[in-house]
C-alpha cells in the first residue's frame, strides 16, 4: 500500500522557517516526480514546488509566490522529498500536501498519490 506521510508543520512567527517532509512508502519513488502543493481556508488547492524524478538533471520548479524563499530537494535512498520555507509570510498559512506520480497537463498538475497534509500556520 503506498503512502506518503507528511510531517515538519506548526506555527511560526512571519520570517520564520520550517522544513516540510514527506516520507513515502509501499514503493521506491526515485523515479518519480515529486511536489509540494497547498490549500489556504476558502481558496483552492495550489502548486508550490516540484522536482523531477531525472538523476541527471534535477529539474525542479516553484510558484512565483515562493520563489527564492522555498527550496525543494529530495533523498531517494530516504524515499523522502523535503520542502524548506524560509521567510515565511502570514500568506503562506495553509495545508501543505505531498503529491507523486506527477504529470502536468497544460497548466493543470495530476499526482496519482496524495498525502494527507501537514499544517503551517504564520503568524503576523
Known amino acids: 500500500q503506498v503512502q506518503l506521510v507528511e510531517s515538519g508543520g506548526g506555527l511560526v512567527q512571519a520570517g520564520g522557517s520550517l522544513r516540510l517532509s514527506c516520507a513515502a512508502s509501499g514503493r521506491s519513488f526515485s523515479s518519480s516526480t515529486m511536489g509540494w502543493f497547498r490549500q489556504a481556508p476558502g481558496k483552492e488547492r495550489e502548486f508550490v514546488a516540484y522536482?523531477?524524478?531525472?538523476?541527471?538533471?534535477?529539474?525542479?520548479g516553484y510558484a512565483d509566490s515562493v520563489k527564492g524563499r522555498f527550496t525543494i530537494s529530495r533523498d531517494n535512498a530516504k524515499n523522502t522529498v523535503y520542502l524548506q520555507m524560509n521567510s515565511l509570510k502570514p500568506e503562506d498559512t495553509a495545508v501543505y500536501y505531498c503529491?507523486?506520480?506527477?504529470?502536468?497537463?497544460?497548466?493543470?498538475?495530476?499526482?496519482?498519490?496524495w498525502g494527507q497534509g501537514t499544517q503551517v500556520t504564520v503568524s503576523s
Open positions: 522536482i523531477s524524478w531525472s538523476a541527471r538533471a534535477r529539474g525542479t
Open positions: 503529491a507523486a506520480d506527477l504529470v502536468k497537463y497544460e497548466s493543470t498538475w495530476r499526482g496519482d498519490y
